[in-house]
């Protein structure tokens, strides 16, 4: 028994070494084509049905019964619940100014900030960080060597996906009982996507074909985390006289 | 001594005469990349302050003038276009330079459709290599969030200062349009995506009571 976790374990390492010896030598800013388009389109088609026939609508009813503060309280419950994985993925990333801080604004937010509910640490100046280990492989010089979309989950990639994982393991919530957990976790995806619904009236209201706006707005939003805010400016149009399907990148 | 002294006043002089002069001259683009933004900003926040009683036809005409001279339409369709844009006719690119347009002033006629108290406020003028200009902005919502809006402006074939790119939270809307629109003419052809931006028009026209 202790093997097999042992021989998973290792696999699961290689894996990912493998994974980064592939894409160690893509630049993050380079947007790739989609090698698995077909399987992602059917996944999206799928995540979409599920999001307009039961989340959306329960998420919009959510809305409606639960007054802002107390969605606010919820936001910040979660977003101190991935405190762990955000401190650790500062410490990989070699950010240890930021890693002390997010220690501090995690004490500050589960003590005084009654379990997180409240962000009392935001005020005194501590502000949220937004790390994970899809935006350290990246800050390591990991490309998303291809695009994914995970049934349920949505827009993901190779890269980014192994932090589904993580996060999971790292949350203090995993470690309450099923009891708790899973309603909390039901909450928090309720609650999640009640927070982007303005934005997935812009991709309804704008995009023509929705699956390529939300690739692109996925990829370049992941591009912009890694870089912290700042990603490289380029301007690179593409070629039109030979036609070349070199992609545009604009940040 | 004497002479040193005095050749180094001249010096001086002629530094203090010629300094402010070459700033300002390497200025002047600058401050006309930012007028194109902030005259753009200006007219947004007027019509969400007036956005009640304009209703969405009276936005579009207020906005249209506006929009229409600060964006680079016709740089803009070619990029988003992209490789496509040689395999059309001069016909099939008036229409989409039109449509396009068009799309873009009702998106904005759309959007902007209250006031609660939102700022505009500019960060930073970057010059980068080449010609264009990085007018860093910031939209600042009452609760005091903000979004973080990057305008790439550069010369137009005539030599206005315009917008070619928008840059919100690192979103590049010109990458967006690229990446969304290319994927239409590639699998369902030219003539579809000119149907689905008429489409997207008349939608924003008649919205729900707004």
Same mark, same amino acid.
């Given at each position: 028994?202790?093997?097999?976790?042992?021989?998973?374990? *290792?696999?699961?390492?290689?894996?990912?070494?493998?994974?980064?010896?592939?894409?160690?030598?893509?630049?993050?800013?380079?947007?790739?084509?989609?090698?698995?388009?077909?399987?992602?389109?059917?996944?999206?088609?799928?995540?979409?049905?599920?999001?307009? %026939?039961?989340?959306?609508?329960?998420?919009?009813?959510?809305?409606?019964?639960?007054?802002?503060?107390?969605?606010?309280?919820?936001?910040?419950?979660?977003?101190?619940?991935?405190?762990?994985?955000?401190?650790?993925?500062?410490?990989?990333?070699?950010?240890?100014?930021? *890693?002390?801080?997010?220690?501090?604004?995690?004490?500050?937010?589960?003590?005084?900030?009654?379990?997180?509910?409240?962000?009392?640490?935001?005020?005194?100046?501590?502000?949220?960080?937004?790390?994970?280990?899809?935006?350290?492989?990246?800050?390591?010089?990991?490309?998303?060597?291809?695009?994914?979309?995970?049934?349920?989950?949505?827009?993901?990639?190779?890269?980014?996906?192994?932090?589904?994982?993580?996060?999971?393991?790292?949350?203090?919530?995993?470690?309450?009982?099923?009891?708790?957990?899973?309603?909390?976790?039901?909450?928090?995806?309720?609650?999640?996507?009640?927070?982007?619904?303005?934005?997935?009236?812009?991709?309804?209201? *704008?995009?023509?074909?929705?699956?390529?706006?939300?690739?692109?707005?996925?990829?370049?939003?992941?591009?912009?985390?890694?870089?912290?805010?700042?990603?490289?400016?380029?301007?690179?149009?593409?070629?039109?006289?030979?036609?070349?399907?070199?992609?545009?990148?604009?940040? | 001594?004497?002479?040193?002294?005095?050749?180094?006043?001249?010096?001086?002089?002629?530094?203090?005469?010629?300094?402010?002069?070459?700033?300002?001259?390497?200025?002047?683009?600058?401050?006309? *990349?930012?007028?194109?933004?902030?005259?753009?900003?200006?007219?947004?926040?007027?019509?969400?302050?007036?956005?009640?009683?304009?209703?969405?036809?009276?936005?579009?005409?207020?906005?249209?003038?506006?929009?229409?001279?600060?964006?680079?339409?016709?740089?803009?369709?070619?990029?988003?276009?992209?490789?496509?844009?040689?395999?059309?006719?001069?016909?099939? %690119?008036?229409?989409?330079?039109?449509?396009?347009?068009?799309?873009?002033?009702?998106?904005?006629?759309?959007?902007?459709?209250?006031?609660?108290?939102?700022?505009?406020?500019?960060?930073?003028?970057?010059?980068?290599?080449?010609?264009?200009?990085?007018?860093?902005?910031?939209?600042?919502?009452?609760?005091?969030?903000?979004?973080?809006?990057?305008?790439?402006?550069?010369?137009?074939?005539?030599?206005?200062?315009?917008?070619?790119?928008?840059?919100?939270?690192?979103?590049?809307?010109?990458?967006?349009?690229?990446?969304?629109?290319?994927?239409?003419?590639?699998?369902?052809?030219?003539?579809?995506?000119?149907?689905?931006?008429?489409?997207?028009?008349?939608?924003?026209?008649?919205?729900?009571?707004?």
């Amino acid at each position: 028994m202790t093997w097999d976790r042992q021989a998973a374990g *290792a696999g699961v390492g290689a894996l990912l070494i493998a994974a980064m010896l592939g894409g160690c030598n893509t630049d993050p800013t380079v947007n790739k084509d989609d090698d698995f388009e077909g399987m992602n389109r059917a996944f999206y088609k799928f995540n979409d049905a599920l999001d307009k %026939h039961i989340i959306k609508p329960v998420a919009e009813e959510y809305v409606k019964v639960t007054p802002q503060i107390i969605r606010t309280g919820v936001t910040n419950f979660f977003y101190n619940m991935d405190s762990p994985n955000v401190i650790l993925n500062d410490i990989l990333q070699g950010k240890l100014k930021q *890693a002390w801080d997010d220690t501090g604004r995690f004490i500050t937010n589960s003590t005084i900030g009654v379990g997180g509910l409240f962000d009392p640490a935001s005020g005194s100046g501590l502000i949220r960080h937004e790390e994970d280990l899809g935006q350290t492989f990246g800050k390591w010089g990991m490309g998303e060597i291809d695009y994914l979309v995970i049934p349920l989950v949505g827009p993901n990639s190779v890269r980014d996906a192994p932090d589904l994982v993580t996060s999971a393991l790292l949350s203090p919530l995993y470690y309450a009982s099923f009891v708790v957990t899973f309603p909390l976790g039901a909450l928090n995806a309720i609650n999640t996507r009640a927070n982007l619904l303005d934005a997935s009236r812009i991709v309804e209201e *704008a995009a023509l074909d929705p699956y390529s706006f939300v690739r692109e707005a996925y990829r370049q939003n992941r591009i912009y985390k890694i870089y912290d805010g700042n990603p490289p400016i380029k301007v690179e149009e593409e070629n039109l006289d030979t036609g070349e399907t070199g992609v545009l990148h604009v940040y | 001594m004497f002479k040193k002294f005095l050749s180094l006043s001249l010096i001086l002089l002629a530094a203090a005469w010629f300094a402010p002069n070459s700033p300002a001259a390497a200025e002047q683009p600058q401050n006309e *990349a930012k007028q194109v933004v902030e005259k753009l900003h200006e007219a947004l926040i007027d019509v969400m302050k007036r956005s009640s009683q304009l209703g969405y036809q009276g936005r579009l005409e207020n906005l249209t003038p506006i929009v229409q001279k600060s964006f680079d339409f016709p740089a803009i369709a070619k990029i988003i276009v992209g490789r496509y844009w040689g395999t059309l006719s001069d016909q099939d %690119h008036q229409a989409f330079l039109d449509a396009f347009s068009r799309l873009s002033t009702a998106t904005y006629a759309s959007r902007f459709d209250s006031y609660g108290g939102e700022t505009f406020r500019t960060v930073a003028v970057e010059p980068q290599s080449g010609q264009d200009i990085i007018v860093k902005t910031e939209l600042v919502q009452a609760d005091g969030s903000v979004v973080k809006l990057d305008y790439v402006v550069r010369p137009s074939e005539n030599g206005q200062w315009r917008i070619l790119n928008v840059i919100a939270d690192g979103v590049s809307d010109l990458s967006l349009k690229h990446a969304d629109y290319t994927a239409v003419i590639k699998n369902e052809g030219y003539p579809a995506l000119l149907a689905r931006l008429n489409d997207k028009i008349s939608k924003y026209a008649k919205p729900s009571g707004k």
